[in-house]
């Protein structure tokens, strides 16, 4: 980890802080998506809970985001209620190289799915960057059992 880890997550959880209280069952995440020190794309969950911020910054960063970083500050998510295609996976087949997350997910639909997600695809994942900033977002957050 480096003193550029620690500014790019910063940057995800003041995303993150924008959206507390408006996204309904879903946490609100930042997500910021960096390579070569510019920032590709960025976003937090949308009010309402969909799309998610790794969505969206991936969606600005288009096909830039092959051999990035994303700095999310809760963990990808390994699977979807809706049945669309997972963060994990997404990143994935964007090509990014390196996750940093600063907080795990206990919801049913993440709980290390979308790290473990990532490590099969060869996609180098951190934990736990700034935990004690980004773990205040979630205090709140009650993740529903699957279903």
Do not use: F
């Not at 991936?58 to 990035?68: E, T, W």
């Amino acid at each position: 980890m480096s003193g550029d880890d620690e500014v790019w997550m910063r940057r995800a959880i003041a995303l993150a802080r924008t959206q507390v209280g408006q996204t309904g069952d879903n946490p609100s995440v930042g997500c910021v998506i960096v390579r070569d020190g510019a920032v590709l794309g960025e976003a937090a969950t949308a009010p309402g809970g969909r799309p998610h911020a790794e969505e969206q910054a991936l969606d600005q960063a288009g096909a830039a985001a092959r051999g990035a970083t994303a700095y999310v500050t809760l963990e990808p998510c390994g699977e979807r209620s809706t049945g669309h295609a997972s963060c994990g996976a997404r990143l994935v087949e964007a090509g990014v190289t390196r996750v940093v997350a600063a907080c795990a997910d206990a919801s049913a639909l993440a709980a290390g799915r979308g790290p473990q997600r990532l490590a099969a695809a060869g996609v180098a994942y951190d934990l736990g960057l700034l935990r004690s900033e980004a773990a205040p977002l979630y205090a709140d957050y009650r993740p529903r059992s699957k279903g």
